[in-house]
């Protein structure tokens, strides 16, 4: 199985300040089709998750432009360019190139 | 607005059986793949089931391999999942979530398997 690795696993933010997730996997994300299946999710206290950002770097419809998702085949980064409040919660990286399906520890953002 | 209501959940004794649903909405449900996924309390996503447009793909996380099986009824834009041998560590709110990807999810619905 594919694993993957976070870090931090915990990330205290100031307000207005920027932070960044790693995210690597234990092999190549690329799939035969040539694109990259990796998603980052976000999980806010007692909701369900909400994905962010999939293939990489695709930010899903409604969500800030202060998110981004970079990186390829094995490295991966969720940036946010200016914390804020409603940003508070963790966040999960998730492989959908390889059987089975495998997700990051999780980092646990919240505000200092 | 693409709408996933999971149902099913309780309490339930070790070796005991449940079937969770997944009643879907809002999308043309034939269409998308969907997944199983849980989460422990305090704990992280697990993905555990994947089911194809028609059946006929099916994966497992081999957690659960042989004592769940997915299903689904296009027809009534539902989703199951039948547990069996259930054990402490299946404790979980499951979710159903749409796609490869896992687009959308729903709500969750609460396992509780414990004496």
């Known amino acids: 199985d594919v694993v993957m690795t976070q870090s931090p696993l915990s990330l205290p933010v100031t307000l207005g300040q920027p932070a960044s997730i790693s995210c690597r996997s234990s092999?190549?994300?690329?799939?035969?089709?040539?694109?990259?299946?990796l998603n980052w999710f976000q999980q806010r206290a007692g909701q369900s998750p909400r994905r962010l950002i999939n293939k990489v770097s695709y930010r899903e419809s409604g969500v800030p432009d202060r998110f981004s998702g970079s990186g390829s085949g094995t490295d991966f980064t969720l940036k946010i360019s200016r914390v804020e409040a409603e940003d508070v919660g963790i966040y999960y990286c998730m492989q959908a190139t390889h059987w089975p399906r495998t997700f990051g520890p999780g980092t646990k953002v919240d505000i200092k | 607005e693409v709408v996933l209501v999971e149902s099913g959940g309780g309490l339930v004794q070790p070796g005991g059986s449940l079937r969770l649903s997944c009643a879907a909405s809002g999308f043309t449900f034939s269409t998308k793949g969907i997944n199983w996924v849980r989460q422990a309390p305090g704990k992280g996503l697990e993905w555990i089931s994947y089911?194809?447009?028609?059946?006929?793909?099916?994966y497992y996380a081999d957690s659960v391999k042989g004592r769940f099986t997915i299903s689904r009824d296009n027809a009534k834009n539902s989703l199951f999942l039948q547990m069996n041998s259930l054990r402490a560590e299946d404790t979980a709110v499951y979710y159903c979530?749409?796609?490869?990807?896992?687009?959308?999810w729903g709500q969750g619905t609460l396992v509780t398997v414990s004496s």
């Open positions: 979530a749409t796609s490869w990807g896992l687009d959308y």
């Open positions: 089911i194809s447009t028609t059946g006929s793909s099916i």
């Open positions: 092999q190549s994300l690329v799939h035969s089709d040539g694109n990259t299946y």
